[in-house]
């Protein structure tokens, strides 16, 4: 069965620095996502990203983040000058269609330190 | 009020069990609804789409209420994998399928 692969599964950063999310999502579908969930808390949009643009994006997904697909396959989510509160669980989303359900990578936990 | 709301349980029942969770959405134009479960520190996954007409999948059924603003979900059956967070989610504006995830529905079956 296809799958959303991410990677790493887990990053340890310090303040400041930055880091790059990677993701693959299932071949055939359009629609690319990145969520976060902060632990205890619930699961939420930063950004969607159709036809190589991003087509929309949520108050969090600030000029801190950017999106990227490199190439045919990889779906990147950058976050610079990662701050303490940036430490949560990172999952990469796809779906083949605007209104369809969206399947979900196993998710990067990102810990600043 | 909450975009998604759901009572955050938990809801600890016996095996064999019938339980339902009930999620209530505030925009009224939201077109798409799904359910999805979580296990604790995992992705969330895809449980079922919510149809205007209802919808049953083996022991889980849900349903759309737009009237009310109100999906719920009825598990028969209950196994203890069926143990999980029950996610419901809403596609708020239908524009680049901006999902909103309710805060979840702790659900412990016991043997």
């Known amino acids: 069965e296809p799958e959303v692969t991410q990677t790493p599964s887990h990053q340890v950063t310090q303040m400041g620095q930055e880091v790059i999310l990677r993701c693959v999502p299932i071949?055939?579908?359009?629609?690319f996502y990145w969520y976060r969930q902060i632990l205890g808390q619930k699961v939420e949009f930063l950004v969607s990203?159709?036809?190589?643009?991003?087509?929309?994006k949520s108050e969090i997904f600030d000029d801190q983040f950017s999106v990227e697909r490199p190439d045919g396959s990889n779906f990147t989510l950058k976050i610079r000058s990662t701050k303490l509160e940036d430490s949560a669980m990172y999952f990469c989303a796809s779906s083949p269609v605007e209104t369809s359900e969206a399947f979900f990578g196993q998710g990067t936990r990102l810990t600043v330190v | 009020r909450k975009e998604v709301e759901q009572d955050p349980g938990p809801f600890n029942v016996p095996e064999g069990a019938t339980v339902a969770f009930n999620c209530t959405y505030s925009?009224?134009?939201?077109?798409?609804f799904f359910w999805y479960r979580q296990d604790c520190r995992k992705e969330p996954k895809l449980l079922m789409s919510?149809?205007?007409s209802g919808n049953e999948d083996g022991r889980f059924t849900a349903q759309l209420n737009r009237a009310s603003q109100y999906i719920s979900l009825l598990i028969r059956d209950s196994k203890l994998s069926d143990s999980a967070t029950y996610l419901c989610v809403v596609n708020i504006n239908n524009a680049g399928n901006m999902l909103t995830f309710g805060g979840g529905t702790r659900l412990m079956v016991k043997p």
């Open positions: 071949s055939n579908h359009l629609y």
């Open positions: 925009n009224s134009a939201s077109q798409s």
């Open positions: 990203f159709y036809n190589n643009e991003i087509s929309e």
């Open positions: 919510v149809y205007s």
